[in-house]
């Protein structure tokens, strides 16, 4: 049947096109109607009706698309060779096709570049992610419990990092070492003389005894001697990720350029564990800094609407839409006990339901009925993490509210946020190795190319199913792998990246590639 279809729908799709012909604005006029006075520019256009756009299209604001269209960085990007290239490159699409993909490649283009130059190993490391995927949320925790360890006591464990066989002996049994926190000269005096022992020193004599006898890594363990009880208390995470000594020492390493980043910000270490525990959705935010700070202002309404993830996706996906509602959380409420009846949310019914019963989550967004004024202004921003919406639960934005000032700052500080996420990542893909590997989830060779590419890794365990389908796809791994200048380009630009991992851009390519071709 055919519907009304919004002036900010037919922005995206209009915007898509542009994205399709590679020839900037000036070719809307081969498919749609000049949109003003000015036949160069792109505004808001009058409402229109048009034949029934695709299930899974959802609008963005009123004013986000066209504005973006309009910027300097847009002109300019679709006027450059080697993005129009991509555009019209037959695995574009395909790309596009799958949103998490496409995020993930927006917030960390150069993570993908090596191995999207080798189809055969981008396989390789997906497959090695979807085998991993299944212990994500025990190395999940396990990486929480090293970043706790390493926030407070850094200098000491990288010091056993820098010699892995020693490090992994200790995790696998950190009981075992727990004296030694009063006496680190026991310790070196034990691991000295590691080779004629029967006891937990035995098994890795020549390890120990080239860490007693590293002078600089003996000073650091003598300073802060408390490491070994640290261990002891999180002792199951650290067994978890003894199986792979390499990966160990990694982890550790990128625990510690984490904290650093965090710690500089102002996060708290409490803070530091829930990001350690949810790297996946610190990335999408961390490639969106206007919607980690909107989240960070609003933290306690979006741990409401987090603990509804499909409600909260609806709402992500067409942010606009929802922004009525910033001064009467009572008519939200109502409209959403009534979902079915509701354009916005009749494809979700059943979760705007439950979101509307839910009365500890309802009073939290009637407190702050803000949130969804926020969510709007920053429509492009949200939409590019809608496919992760089901990340965000409420232990992350609780975290993220009690330090809203130092994720308000890390927001402007482009260069700190990424430092600090692409550690996360490296730690959770690291974590993750040594859990498979001692699950044995993973052989050899698979751990060395999951280390390899440690953010790569992480993003396709977070979507192994996504990245699965798009190794398989010839034309995709051939625009990815001819693109990456145009790819790392677009990831610069935070709106653009945002309108590209919009899970409504595919059905609006597809929408504007049948416009093109009537128009043809």
Same mark, same amino acid.
């Given at each position: 049947?055919?519907?009304?279809?919004?002036?900010?729908?037919?922005?995206?799709?209009?915007?898509?096109?542009?994205?399709?012909?590679?020839?900037?604005?000036?070719?809307?006029?081969?498919?749609?109607?000049?949109?003003?006075?000015?036949?160069?520019?792109?505004?808001?256009?009058?409402?229109?009706?048009?034949?029934?756009?695709?299930?899974?299209?959802?609008?963005?604001?009123?004013?986000?698309?066209?504005?973006?269209?309009?910027?300097?960085?847009?002109?300019?990007?679709?006027?450059?060779?080697?993005?129009? +290239?991509?555009?019209?490159?037959?695995? *574009?699409?395909?790309?596009?096709?799958?949103?998490?993909?496409?995020?993930?490649?927006? +917030?960390?283009?150069?993570?993908?570049?090596?191995?999207?130059?080798?189809?055969?190993?981008?396989?390789?490391?997906?497959?090695?992610?979807?085998?991993?995927?299944?212990?994500?949320?025990?190395? #999940?925790?396990?990486?929480?419990?090293?970043?706790?360890?390493?926030?407070?006591?850094?200098?000491?464990?990288?010091?056993?990092?820098?010699?892995?066989?020693?490090?992994?002996?200790?995790?696998?049994?950190?009981?075992?070492?727990?004296?030694?926190?009063?006496?680190?000269?026991?310790?070196?005096?034990?691991?000295?003389?590691?080779?004629? #022992?029967?006891?937990? *020193?035995? =098994?890795?004599?020549?390890?120990?005894?080239?860490?007693?006898?590293?002078?600089?890594?003996?000073?650091?363990?003598?300073?802060?001697?408390?490491?070994?009880?640290?261990?002891?208390?999180?002792?199951?995470?650290?067994?978890?990720?003894?199986?792979?000594?390499?990966?160990?020492?990694?982890?550790?390493?990128?625990?510690?350029?984490?904290?650093?980043?965090?710690?500089?910000?102002?996060?708290?270490?409490?803070?530091?564990?829930?990001?350690?525990?949810?790297?996946?959705?610190?990335?999408?935010?961390?490639?969106?800094?206007?919607?980690?700070?909107?989240? /960070?202002?609003?933290? =306690?309404?979006?741990?409401?609407?987090?603990?509804?993830?499909?409600?909260?996706?609806?709402?992500?996906?067409?942010?606009?839409?929802? #922004?009525?509602?910033?001064?009467?959380?009572? !008519?939200?409420?109502?409209?959403?006990?009534? !979902?079915?009846?509701?354009?916005?949310?009749?494809?979700?019914?059943?979760?705007?339901?439950?979101?509307?019963?839910?009365?500890?989550?309802?009073?939290?967004?009637? /407190?702050?009925?803000?949130? *969804?004024?926020?969510?709007?202004?920053?429509?492009?921003? *949200?939409?590019?993490? +809608?496919?992760?919406?089901?990340?965000?639960?409420?232990?992350?934005?609780?975290?993220?509210?009690?330090?809203?000032? /130092?994720?308000?700052?890390?927001?402007?500080?482009?260069?700190?946020?990424?430092?600090?996420?692409?550690?996360?990542?490296?730690?959770?893909?690291? #974590?993750?190795?040594?859990?498979?590997?001692?699950?044995?989830?993973?052989? !050899?060779?698979?751990?060395?190319?999951?280390?390899?590419?440690?953010?790569?890794?992480?993003?396709?365990?977070?979507?192994?199913?996504?990245?699965?389908?798009?190794?398989?796809?010839?034309?995709?791994?051939?625009?990815?792998?001819?693109?990456?200048?145009?790819?790392?380009?677009?990831?610069?630009?935070?709106?653009?990246?945002?309108?590209?991992?919009?899970?409504?851009?595919?059905?609006?390519?597809?929408?504007?590639?049948?416009?093109?071709?009537?128009?043809?």
């Amino acid at each position: 049947m055919a519907t009304s279809i919004s002036n900010q729908n037919r922005m995206l799709v209009t915007g898509a096109l542009v994205l399709v012909v590679g020839a900037g604005a000036y070719g809307l006029g081969r498919v749609y109607p000049p949109l003003g006075p000015s036949a160069g520019t792109v505004a808001p256009a009058e409402r229109y009706v048009q034949s029934q756009v695709g299930e899974g299209d959802v609008t963005l604001g009123d004013t986000a698309v066209p504005e973006l269209m309009q910027t300097d960085a847009f002109e300019l990007m679709v006027k450059d060779p080697s993005f129009r +290239a991509l555009a019209a490159s037959p695995g *574009f699409k395909a790309l596009a096709g799958q949103p998490q993909v496409m995020a993930a490649l927006m +917030a960390n283009p150069k993570a993908f570049a090596s191995l999207a130059a080798n189809p055969s190993a981008f396989a390789g490391v997906a497959n090695a992610a979807r085998n991993a995927s299944a212990l994500a949320p025990q190395s #999940s925790q396990a990486s929480a419990a090293l970043l706790s360890a390493v926030a407070a006591h850094s200098a000491a464990l990288q010091a056993l990092a820098s010699h892995p066989q020693a490090l992994a002996a200790i995790a696998a049994n950190p009981q075992a070492f727990a004296s030694f926190a009063s006496n680190a000269n026991a310790f070196q005096a034990a691991a000295a003389a590691a080779k004629g #022992s029967t006891d937990h *020193f035995a =098994n890795n004599a020549s390890a120990f005894q080239n860490l007693a006898a590293d002078a600089k890594a003996m000073q650091a363990l003598k300073a802060d001697s408390a490491v070994f009880s640290a261990l002891a208390a999180n002792a199951a995470g650290f067994k978890a990720l003894s199986g792979q000594p390499q990966a160990l020492a990694a982890a550790v390493n990128s625990a510690a350029a984490a904290a650093s980043q965090l710690r500089s910000a102002g996060v708290s270490s409490a803070a530091m564990s829930a990001l350690a525990a949810n790297p996946a959705a610190f990335a999408a935010l961390a490639g969106q800094p206007k919607a980690l700070a909107a989240i /960070a202002a609003h933290s =306690n309404a979006f741990a409401a609407l987090a603990s509804h993830p499909q409600a909260l996706a609806a709402i992500l996906s067409n942010g606009s839409a929802f #922004s009525s509602f910033a001064s009467n959380a009572n !008519a939200f409420r109502d409209a959403a006990s009534k !979902a079915a009846a509701d354009a916005r949310m009749a494809r979700n019914a059943s979760a705007f339901q439950q979101l509307a019963s839910d009365n500890a989550a309802m009073k939290a967004l009637s /407190a702050d009925p803000r949130v *969804f004024s926020a969510i709007g202004n920053n429509a492009l921003a *949200f939409g590019g993490i +809608a496919s992760s919406a089901h990340m965000l639960n409420a232990q992350l934005m609780s975290a993220m509210g009690q330090n809203a000032s /130092a994720f308000s700052s890390m927001a402007a500080n482009a260069a700190q946020l990424s430092a600090a996420s692409q550690a996360l990542q490296a730690l959770n893909a690291q #974590s993750l190795v040594a859990s498979a590997a001692a699950a044995s989830h993973l052989n !050899a060779a698979a751990s060395q190319a999951a280390l390899a590419n440690p953010q790569a890794f992480a993003a396709m365990a977070a979507n192994p199913q996504a990245f699965a389908s798009v190794s398989q796809q010839a034309a995709a791994m051939a625009t990815l792998s001819s693109n990456q200048k145009a790819l790392s380009a677009l990831a610069a630009q935070p709106n653009l990246a945002a309108l590209m991992a919009n899970p409504s851009f595919s059905a609006a390519l597809n929408q504007a590639g049948a416009s093109q071709s009537h128009a043809d």
